[in-house]
C-alpha cells in the first residue's frame, strides 16, 4: 500500500493525505479543480481550506480522477452526500480489489442508505472500510496527536489499512463493525447540533452534559438496531467524537447549533456551508422509526430543521418527557 490515494481536497481530505504521506506513502490528491490542483501543486498550500499548513512532499495534487488508478488504496474524502456520485464515477476506474476507505460522516437522503451500503451496491464484492473519530483536520494536518478507529470486515485487511495510515502523530486502531463506526460519525453530527443550541441559548453546561449523556443513549439505541457493537460505539468513533464534537464550535455542527440557538434560521446558521448533521437528521429519523428506536433529540432537531416546531418549543417537549428509569439499550 505504499501508493494511496485521496478523493477530496477540503480541509478533511488534504490533512488525511499529510497523514498518509508522514505515514511513509506516496499520495495522490484528487480534487475537482485543474487550477486548484496546480495552484497547489506549485504553492504546496491549500490556503483555502487549510491555511498555514504546507502539504507534504510526498503528495501529488491532480484534477484527473484517473490518476487514482495507480492507488492501492483509495480514501473517498467528499460530502456524505455525494458518495453515490463519486463511488460510481471511481468504478470504471478502480480495480475490484482496491479497497475504498470512506471519510465522510452521514447517511444519503432520500434513500435513507447507510454508505457501505450504497459503495457495496456499486461496487458488489469490493472491499470497503470507514474511517472515523474524534478528529478536526487543522490538529491532523498540523501533526497534533490524534486517534481514530477504521473498520473493515474483512479483520485483516482492517489491520494492513490501519498500519497503512498510522503515522508519528496519527493512530489509526481497526475494527470489523462497519455499521457501528459509520453509524457513530453518522449520528454525533445531529446530536452536536442539539449541543450548540443549548450552548447557544445559553442553558449552561449542567444541560448539556446532560444532552450528550442522553444523546450517547439514542445512539446506543440506534446503533444496536442496525446491527452495531455496543463496544464500538463506546470507543473513538461513537464516545469518543461525540464529546469532541459536541463540545466546541471548532465542529461545524456544534456551530450551526450555535447560531440556531442564538435566534437564527437553519439557512442563515448554515452559512451557506455544508453541515452534515442537517443533511442526515431526517434520515436519521427515519431509520430510527423503521425500526421503533426512540431518538427524541434527533427528532427534536429535525423539527426545528424541517421548521415544525421552534426550538424553545423542541427543548419544552424534551423536558416535559414521562419520567422514566434510565435506559442505555
Known amino acids: 500500500m505504499s501508493v494511496i490515494g485521496v478523493a477530496g481536497a477540503g480541509a478533511w481530505g488534504t490533512a488525511l493525505a499529510n497523514a498518509a504521506a508522514a505515514a511513509g506513502n506516496d499520495v495522490v490528491l484528487w480534487m475537482r479543480d485543474p487550477d486548484q490542483a496546480t495552484t497547489l501543486a506549485a504553492t504546496r498550500m491549500n ?28 480514501l473517498l474524502v467528499t460530502p456524505a452526500q455525494t458518495t453515490r456520485s463519486m463511488t460510481a464515477a471511481l468504478m470504471p476506474i ?11 460522516k452521514g447517511i444519503e437522503r432520500g434513500s435513507n442508505s447507510f454508505l457501505s451500503d450504497i459503495v457495496t451496491e456499486i461496487r458488489p464484492g469490493a472491499p470497503v472500510a470507514v474511517l472515523s473519530g474524534p478528529s478536526f483536520a487543522h490538529d491532523v494536518a498540523r501533526g497534533l496527536p490524534t486517534a481514530v478507529t477504521l473498520a473493515c470486515r474483512d479483520a485483516i ?35 452536536a447540533i442539539a ?10 453546561e449542567s444541560a448539556k452534559a446532560a444532552l450528550i449523556a442522553r444523546g450517547f443513549a439514542e445512539l446506543l439505541r440506534f446503533a444496536r438496531a442496525y446491527g452495531g ?15 469532541l464534537s459536541c463540545s466546541t464550535a471548532q465542529s461545524r455542527n456544534f456551530a450551526f447549533g450555535l447560531r440556531l440557538g442564538q435566534g437564527l434560521s437553519p439557512e442563515a446558521a448554515s452559512g451557506g456551508k ?16 423503521a425500526e421503533s428506536v426512540d431518538v427524541p433529540i434527533a427528532e427534536a432537531i429535525g423539527q426545528v430543521l424541517a421548521g415544525t416546531c421552534s426550538l424553545d418549543q423542541a427543548i419544552e417537549a424534551l423536558m416535559t418527557r414521562p419520567i422514566k428509569s434510565e435506559q442505555w439499550g
Open 274 to 289: 455544508l453541515v452534515e448533521g442537517a443533511a442526515t437528521a431526517s434520515a436519521l429519523v427515519a431509520l430510527a422509526k
Open 195 to 204: 449541543c450548540g443550541a443549548v450552548a447557544g441559548r445559553g442553558l449552561g
Open 229 to 243: 457493537e455496543a463496544e464500538t460505539l463506546m470507543g473513538l468513533s461513537g464516545l469518543g467524537d461525540l464529546v
Open 47 to 74: 490556503e483555502r481550506f487549510l491555511p498555514g499548513v504546507r502539504l507534504h512532499e510526498n503528495i501529488r495534487p491532480t484534477s484527473d480522477l484517473s490518476d487514482l488508478a495507480e492507488a492501492r488504496t483509495v
Open 157 to 191: 485487511l482492517a489491520g494492513e489499512l490501519a498500519n497503512a495510515l498510522s503515522g508519528p502523530t496519527f493512530r489509526v486502531y481497526h475494527r470489523t463493525d462497519v455499521r457501528g463506526v459509520e453509524i457513530g460519525g453518522a449520528a454525533k453530527n445531529v446530536l
Open 94 to 104: 478502480l480495480p475490484n480489489d482496491v479497497p475504498l476507505v470512506l471519510c465522510a
